[in-house]
């Protein structure tokens, strides 16, 4: 039996060579992307479709022979089950109405899972579709990077206006909370039952934050999640990504629930490699210097690969993708982390 690289590294085997797949793979710098997605209409129609989806996730695999897929959807699903409405207008981002912060709109009341039944077909397709070796990872938001965009009706550049919610209206917001965790709980119970190998949480607004805050609305409801999934599917590895944490990724690396923690682009590698090696590490590389390409990509490339070297680490970025990333530098990049 050939177990996934991706997922020995996650049991804590470190692999020579590491692991490879990347946040945001899947996506618009990839002309096959844009291709499918121009076909599908909208953003959201291509996440609703599950054939048309199943390809997108696919294209980075026969491209560039990663490791591990990762499901095309995204973590703004949520809200919609919640009852709120999703629109991508182009350039502009995503936009929740009702938005919780100007208006009563109760997001406790309403739990219809039935918008995402086409996001596990999805997860059936691509598993029919990959290779036994290469792993597919399910994934969603952590609640409170989903709450932000729920309450603000929109992506923000500061999380003060939100943290100001959840002092105001602090029942409103932990009813919030709650109802995201149980939903989240869920969703990617379905996703593992449709046959996904691995989960991540992303919690992409961790920073700027009180030290309390992170570990009552970012670290306690993203363990609750993992623990409920592992309870009824046991044995499925969780990774946190608790972007921008800080020192607090110590608090992540301390929590037993998770297998693995993704590091942000600001996170010293080095010092990750010190602190946080009770869990497999993924990430760090900063996704410009793939978009710059060079010998700064390279360079970098070479240091991340070797920093851990002879220890658990999935290679990956410290965010996504950005859109006008050469598709060559991705495969060069490739390249170098196996040479
Ligand atoms: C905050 C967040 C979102 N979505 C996601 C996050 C967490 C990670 C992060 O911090 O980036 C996660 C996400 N979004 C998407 C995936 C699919 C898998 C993959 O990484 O390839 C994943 C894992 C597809 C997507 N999600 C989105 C696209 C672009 C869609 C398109 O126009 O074709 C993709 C490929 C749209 C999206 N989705 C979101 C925003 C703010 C936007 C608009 C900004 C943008 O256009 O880049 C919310």
């Known amino acids: 039996m050939h177990e996934a690289i991706f997922l020995k590294a996650l049991r804590g085997e470190a692999c020579h060579p590491h692991p490879v797949w990347f946040m945001r793979q899947a996506g618009r710098y990839l002309p096959e992307y844009r291709a499918v997605r121009e076909k599908a209409g909208s953003f959201l129609d291509l996440c609703f479709s599950p054939e048309m989806a199943a390809d997108v996730t696919l294209q980075p695999i026969r491209r560039y022979d990663l490791d591990a897929a990762i499901l095309f959807a995204d973590i703004l699903l949520m809200p919609m089950v919640l009852g709120q409405d999703l629109a991508f207008e182009s350039g502009e981002g995503p936009k929740l109405s009702p938005a919780l912060g100007s208006s009563e709109f109760d997001p406790s009341l309403l739990r219809n899972m039935d918008i995402v039944a086409p996001v596990y077909e999805t997860v059936r ?18 609640p409170w990077t989903v709450a932000t965009y729920m309450i603000a009706g929109h992506g923000v550049k500061d999380t003060a206006a939100l943290r100001r919610f959840a002092y105001d209206q602090p029942d ?31 919690e992409s607004w961790a920073s700027g934050l009180p030290a309390d805050f992170v570990r ?42 998770f297998d693995g923690l993704s590091l942000g682009t600001e996170v010293d590698w080095q010092w990750a490699r010190d602190n946080l090696s009770a869990k497999t590490l993924q990430g760090g590389l900063d ?53």
């Not at 691509?126 to 290469?134: D, F, N, S």
């Not at 009824?232 to 946190?240: I, S």
């Open 172 to 202: 409103r917001f932990a009813a919030l909370i709650s109802a995201l965790e149980d939903v989240t709980i869920e969703y990617l119970c379905g996703q593992v039952a449709a046959g996904a190998d691995a989960l991540q949480l992303f």
């Open 287 to 339: 996704p410009l210097l793939v978009a710059a390409g060079g010998d700064g990509m390279r360079d970098a490339a070479r240091r991340l690969r070797d920093t851990f070297a002879g220890s658990p680490y999935i290679f990956n970025l410290g965010h996504g993708f950005v859109p006008d990333t050469p598709p060559e530098n991705v495969a060069e990049l490739v390249s170098i982390i196996r040479e």
């Open 216 to 257: 009552q609305w970012c670290l306690a409801p993203a363990a609750r999640i993992a623990g409920a999934v592992k309870k009824r599917h046991p044995g499925v590895p969780v990774l946190a990504f608790p972007k921008g944490a800080g020192s607090l990724y110590l608090d992540f690396a301390a929590e037993p629930v």
């Open 125 to 142: 397709l691509v598993r029919a579709g990959l290779a036994k070796e290469k792993a597919l990872i399910g994934f969603a938001g952590a």
